[in-house]
């Protein structure tokens, strides 16, 4: 069964600061693995997604997150906070297998103050 | 590509009334996708469909809740004597057709559903 931790519900930080969302995952086979981002009221956009290729995954708006196998970690990474950043983020896995459901962490609440 | 749109975006209902939502997925995307997600949790799998054949159902979905896809375009998904805690963010997401690893889950922006 696969699975998803993203530990810490609420993270701030400040304009221009570094941002660090964690996320463990649980895994039986080498998974695929996504950073979603919701912001209120709205669906979730896909912001990167690792699919066993480079270990560091490059997303859209700063954001990049990097596949520890390790450490079964794949957390998401901003050099600099902007305002504009403050959502929801969400974790996901899912099985190698395409076209499967994905399975989502509890989310992480980013504020941002200037 | 105009998006994944889901109708309503905002229902509320009496405990015991039956609701329909409807998804409307990107065209020729063959797999949709329907989530729950109830507040401070992340979305939760329902079920899905390739074309109209729905592939997977969750235990999440109870014999209360029936989705179809008649024509492998758009969704309904029905919620029969509602109870209140149905009360949820329903979404809706579409992909291409699998084979690709690199395929993508676009989700549309939701129908919240409020039972009193």
């Known amino acids: 069964a696969q699975s998803v931790t993203q530990l810490g519900s609420h993270v701030s930080v400040s304009e221009g600061a570094l941002v660090l969302l964690r996320c463990n995952y649980s895994?039986?086979?080498?998974?695929?693995l996504f950073w979603y981002v919701q912001y209120p009221n709205q669906g979730l956009q896909l912001l990167l997604k690792?699919?066993?290729?480079?270990?560091l995954v490059k997303g859209i708006n700063g954001f990049e997150a990097e596949f520890k196998k390790s450490e079964t970690s794949f957390h998401l990474t901003k050099p600099s906070a902007h305002m504009s950043d403050a959502a929801e983020y969400f974790c996901?896995?899912?099985?190698?297998?395409?076209?499967?459901?994905?399975?989502f962490g509890k989310g992480t609440t980013l504020s941002v103050s200037s | 590509d105009t998006g994944v749109s889901q109708d309503p975006r905002h229902k509320i209902t009496k405990r015991g009334q039956n609701v329909t939502f409807r998804c409307d997925p990107i065209?020729?995307?063959?797999?949709l996708y329907w989530y729950r997600q109830t507040l401070g949790q992340g979305p939760e799998f329902l079920t899905y469909?390739?074309?109209?054949?729905?592939?997977?159902k969750s235990r999440l979905l109870s014999d209360r809740f029936s989705a179809e896809r008649p024509k492998g375009s758009f969704s309904t998904l029905e919620i029969q004597r509602t109870e209140q805690g149905d009360s949820a963010m329903y979404l809706c997401?579409?992909?291409?057709?699998?084979?690709?690893?690199?395929?993508?889950?676009?989700f549309g922006p939701g129908t919240r559903l409020t039972v009193l």
């Open positions: 895994s039986s086979v080498p998974p695929y």
């Open positions: 065209s020729e995307h063959n797999r």
């Open positions: 996901a896995v899912s099985h190698p297998r395409a076209g499967t459901a994905l399975i």
């Open positions: 690792y699919t066993s290729a480079a270990t």
């Open positions: 469909f390739q074309n109209e054949a729905q592939l997977e």
């Open positions: 997401a579409s992909s291409l057709v699998p084979g690709s690893p690199t395929d993508t889950q676009y």
